[in-house]
């Protein structure tokens, strides 16, 4: 059996990351006890998610452990088995981690996928998975959007964002989407079918805030946040009365210290509600989005693009695409 690399946590990052953090370490390829089987891992999902889990505190989950390989969700083929339901050459996808080889175990967080059923396996780690899943009940369950009501998405361009604005649309909703560079802010309305975008680049709070007010004249009803900082702040001085906010993420403070909500007064005056939304919540519904989402995408409503880098080797720049912006679609890693 080939040796493992692993791609280690070897210290906890003091604001941004960097390489000095991780260390690419080759280790055997473990031995399987009963009820265990071995996972050839093709394929890396890398979401900001990862950097809060790398922090001593946790979060909605446990530090990653000084010394162990990244934790990540992958997809890959059984290797070997002693598990029951379990054979070699099964596709397989779970919360694993950074290497090449990661053993499962039986009642797991890993279960079996059907590559026929998706174009691409990797839209299991896109549109078919947390991305597509948070973006699904993230803004239809959490939001809660009614026809005609106008929509603000940060991070528009991203992996999750850009859905939100999709289904916004389907929804009869306008959809107003905030990126950073004209590109990206092209790429929503040509290609997402966002009514308009803005470019936070170059702008501060009040900028922000007078930019989003002349996108949205009527107000704005619903906020999809993923970013937080002087975006969220801008964001809340033009809500509506009950308007609603779906807290996704808030990657501009996930390397720095917490610059917490300056303009949370504007709930009291807006009588509107801000509600944390994570896609655990709704694992056993995943089926119910993922044939929604499907029956969407095959009717060219919804798309989704996937920026796939290549190489175990290549783990840290890939993942730090993430905080540079630098990635074009759902950031993927593919091992093997």
Known sequence: MPDNRRFLLQRRPDGEPVREDFELVSEPTPDLAQGQFLIRNHYASLDP???????????????????????????????????????????VMGLNALEDYSVGVAGGFTQPIDPSMV?????????????????????????????????????????VGSVVGQLARIKGCRAVGIAGGPEKCARLTEKYGFDTAIDYKGKDEAALTKAIAEACPDGVDVIFENVGGIILDAGLMNLNLHARVGLCGLISEYNTEPRGIRNLWQLIVKRAQIRGLLVADYVERFGEGAAQMGEWAAAGKITIDEHVDEGLENAFDSFMRLFAGSNQGKMILKIA
């Open 49 to 91: 998610a990862m950097r809060g889990w790398m922090d001593a505190g946790g979060n909605y989950m446990p530090p990653i452990p000084l010394g162990d390989p990244v934790r990540a969700t992958t997809i890959g083929v059984v290797e070997e088995s002693r598990a029951e339901g379990f054979e070699a050459g099964m596709w």
């Open 119 to 159: 174009p691409e396996v990797t839209n299991y780690l896109s549109l078919f998975g947390a991305v597509g899943m948070t973006a699904y009940f993230g803004f239809l369950e959490v939001c809660a959007p009614k026809e005609g009501e106008t929509v603000l998405v940060t991070g528009a361009a991203g992996a």
